[in-house]
């Protein structure tokens, strides 16, 4: 019902700064939040930011709180990851997800299973 399409990753140094992108199409209406994942080699998949999509409250991880940002845009149904002071460790592969369920209407949830789609991920390279 929704598809999505991350884009913006590359390979920057350390300390850098990157931008994620990710489209939304298809019944977008039902989107109560989307988030952030990703996913390291050899690492589970981790939480990054979420946002809920009305009201814009966010949620963050403690390892990118204050260096990452989390946004969307309602009209163009985008949402984004400005991420800033990159470090090595944040090297990974980036998933766009967006949640349908009410529970993450006011808080957007951390949990991967609180997520009905996925974009198919871009990666992110920090090099030293």
């Known amino acids: 019902q929704v598809d999505l399409v991350e884009s913006g990753g590359g390979l920057v140094q350390a300390g850098g700064s990157l931008r994620l992108s990710c489209g939304a199409s298809g019944r977008t209406a039902s989107t109560y939040a989307m988030g952030w994942f990703r996913q390291a080699s050899g690492k589970e998949r981790e939480f990054v930011a979420a946002i809920a999509w009305i009201g814009g409250r966010t949620n963050y991880a403690v390892t990118v709180k204050g260096r990452f940002t989390i946004s969307r845009d309602h009209d163009s149904n985008t949402l984004y990851l400005q991420m800033n002071s990159l470090k090595p460790d944040d090297t990974a592969v980036y998933y766009c997800?967006?949640?349908?369920?009410?529970?993450?209407?006011?808080?957007?949830?951390?949990?991967?299973?609180?997520?009905?789609?996925w974009g198919q991920g871009t990666q992110v390279t920090v090099s030293s």
């Open positions: 997800a967006t949640s349908v369920r009410s529970d993450n209407a006011y808080f957007p949830g951390g949990d991967a299973k609180e997520y009905d789609y």
